[in-house]
C-alpha cells in the first residue's frame, strides 16, 4: 500500500497509508483554540475539512462539516457506516497512483501541514471511561501486590472485571502529570497520614473509543463490537500505589486513578490493526451470558514502555 | 418570606420563595427539545430568559442567555457571585412587594407558566458523577450485606470512600428503569448464571452539583466547599445487589449500579438550606490532611422513602 507522501513508505514509518490515525489538530503559527480534525500520514497531517471541501464539495456533512471540529466526538456519533466512507476516501487521496490531492499544488499546500508545524490536542470529549482489568497477567500481579495470598479472584474467569474511571481526568500525552498527596497507611503504623504519593506507579494499556453508543436497557451483542469501537489509543494509567492500598476496599481505586490518565493523541482505525499479524490467544471460556467465546476478536499490536530519572 | 405567587406561601408549599429550585423545562403545548432553565415558584416555574429580557436587558449575558439553554451547566461554570447575584435578583421580583413582575400581565403571562403545562428534563449535562459512601449507618448496613463479619473497613472513619459511577447512565425522575440483566453466583453454586437480577434495590441520598471546577493538581480546601457546591439533587443510586455481590471485589461496584442513578428534575440551591433547621452531629474526627474536622457543613433535609408492588 504506496502513497505519494514519501515518508509514509518506509518500513519505520509510524503513519503509513495502512494506518491513517485520526487526531486533532492546531497550527503552530495559528490560535491555539483554532482546532480540526486530522488524520496522520508520513511526516504530514492531512486537515480533512480542508481537502473535503475542495473534493467533495457535494457532501459538506460527511467530510467538511464533521471535521471543521475541535474534537472528533460529531464523526464517532455517526457510526461504522460513515466512519469507513470516510477512511476509504481519505487512503484513495493519499495512494500513490491518485492525482486529485497529489497533483493540485495549491490544495496540498492549504491542507497538508508538517508534523513539526501543528500542535495535537485531546482527540475526543470522553463522556465515560471504563478501566478493564483486562490481562489475566496484570491482573494476577497487581493483585499480588495487594492480596498476596488471593491475587486473582474468582470472578475475574467468568466477566469483565472493570471500574469506572473520572473521565475530565484524561489528558493527552506530554500534559503534565502532577504527583497526587493523598493519606497512606503503612501495615505497622497506627494511623495514616498524608502528603505526596512515594509508590507512584504507571500501567501501559490500550484504550478502545467507542461510537454511536445503545439505549439503555439495550444489549450490544459481542458479534457486533467492532460496530461500535472506532479505533484505538495507547493509554498510561497512573497509579498512585500507596494511596490505592488504604483507599481501594470496599469501593475500588478513586483518588489513587483519578489524578490523571494520559492517553496519546492519535486514534488509530480498528481497521488499520486488522493487518497486523496476531499470536490468536486461546480462549479462556465462554463467559455466562455471552453468545460466543471471549477473545474472539484478536488485534495485533506491540507495546513498549521506558522510564527514567528526572536529570539523571 | 411571602410571595404574591400565593400558592408558594401555604406551610405545605413544596416551592415557597426560600426554596427557588432550578430545573430545565419544555412547555407541553411546545416541541421538547425547546428546553430553557426555569425556577419553581409556587405552582409555576418562572421563565427566567424571558423575564430577564424585558427586566434587565442590560446583562444578558448574566441572564438571558445563561438560562436561554438546554441546561444549567453554563450557569454553573459562572461560580458562587454570578449565581448569589441571580437568586437575589429572582428572589426579589418574586416577593411580595414587588411589582416589575407581579403588575406586569403581559410579562407574566408569557414568563410565569403552571407547573402542570411544562415537562422537565434532565437538569444537568453530567461530565462526571462520584458516589460517596457518606453515612456510617448506610456503609454498616450495606457493608453487612456484603461481609457480616467485618462491615465497617477500617479507612471509612479516615477518607471519604467513594467510587466513579457511570455519568451517562443517570436520568431524571420519572424515566423508566429496565432491570438489568447480569451474572451471580449463589454461593452453594458451582458456576455463576446469567439473567434478571433478582435482588433489584434502591438507595435514597442527596447528590451535590458542583460548580465551575478545579485545575488538576489543584486542591480545594474544605472551607472553600459551599463555593463549589452549587445546589443538591435528590438520588436513587439503584443497585442490583446479586450482581453487586459478584462483582464488586477487587474493583468495587460497576454494572449492578450502573444501568440507571435517578435524580430529581429540580436543583434546590445550598442557600435553600440553610434556613432549614438541623440537628448538628458530632463529628467523627479530623481525617489526616483536611485543615477543619468533617461535617462542618450541617444541612438540614428530611427523606422520606416508598414502594409499591406493580398493580398490587
Redesign the interface.
Known amino acids: 500500500m504506496r502513497s505519494w507522501v514519501e515518508s509514509a513508505n518506509g518500513p519505520s514509518a509510524d503513519f503509513p497509508l495502512s494506518n491513517l490515525p485520526y487526531g486533532v489538530f492546531s497550527r503552530t503559527a495559528g490560535p491555539k483554540d483554532v482546532r480540526r480534525v486530522g488524520v496522520a500520514i508520513g511526516d504530514f497531517v492531512l486537515d480533512i475539512a480542508e481537502a473535503w471541501a475542495e473534493l467533495v464539495p457535494s457532501e459538506p456533512m460527511l467530510g467538511y462539516e464533521l471535521f471543521d471540529e475541535p474534537s472528533l466526538n460529531p464523526f464517532l456519533a455517526e457510526g461504522r457506516v460513515v466512519w469507513d466512507f470516510v477512511r476509504n476516501q481519505l487512503q484513495s487521496w493519499l495512494s500513490a497512483g491518485c492525482p486529485v490531492l497529489r497533483d493540485n499544488t495549491a490544495l496540498r499546500e492549504r491542507a497538508m501541514i508538517p508534523l513539526s508545524q501543528v500542535e495535537l490536542h485531546m482527540p475526543i470529549e470522553i463522556?465515560?471511561y471504563?478501566?478493564f482489568?483486562a490481562s489475566e497477567y496484570h491482573a494476577t500481579n497487581v493483585?499480588s501486590m495487594?492480596?498476596p495470598d488471593n491475587p486473582l479472584?474468582p470472578?475475574w474467569k467468568?466477566?469483565p472485571?472493570?471500574?469506572?474511571?473520572?473521565?475530565?481526568?484524561i489528558?493527552v500525552s506530554g500534559t503534565d502529570v502532577?504527583r497526587?498527596?493523598?493519606?497512606t497507611?503503612s501495615d505497622d503504623a497506627e494511623?495514616?497520614?498524608?502528603g505526596p504519593s512515594r509508590l507512584l506507579d504507571y500501567e501501559l494499556e490500550v484504550g478502545f473509543v467507542t461510537g454511536p453508543?445503545n439505549e439503555?436497557?439495550q444489549?450490544i451483542p459481542i458479534e457486533d463490537a467492532a460496530n461500535h469501537i472506532f479505533g484505538l489509543v495507547l493509554v498510561n494509567d497512573w497509579s498512585a500505589r500507596d494511596m490505592q492500598k488504604?483507599?481501594?476496599?470496599?469501593?475500588?481505586?478513586?483518588l489513587a486513578k483519578?489524578?490523571?490518565t494520559t492517553i496519546s493523541p492519535w486514534v488509530v482505525p480498528l481497521d488499520a490493526l486488522a493487518a497486523v499479524p496476531r499470536g490468536d490467544r486461546t480462549s479462556a471460556g465462554r463467559?455466562?451470558?455471552a453468545a460466543v467465546p471471549r477473545r474472539c476478536m484478536g488485534l495485533g499490536s506491540r507495546s513498549e514502555t521506558a522510564s527514567r530519572p528526572a536529570d539523571g
Open positions: 463522556g465515560n471504563t478501566d482489568y493483585g495487594f492480596r479472584l470472578n467468568n466477566l472485571v472493570g471500574y469506572h474511571g473520572r473521565a475530565s481526568s489528558v502532577i497526587p498527596c493523598g493519606q497507611k494511623r495514616p497520614s498524608f453508543g439503555p436497557g444489549r488504604w483507599e481501594y476496599q470496599p469501593l475500588g481505586p478513586f483519578s489524578f490523571a463467559p455466562e451470558g
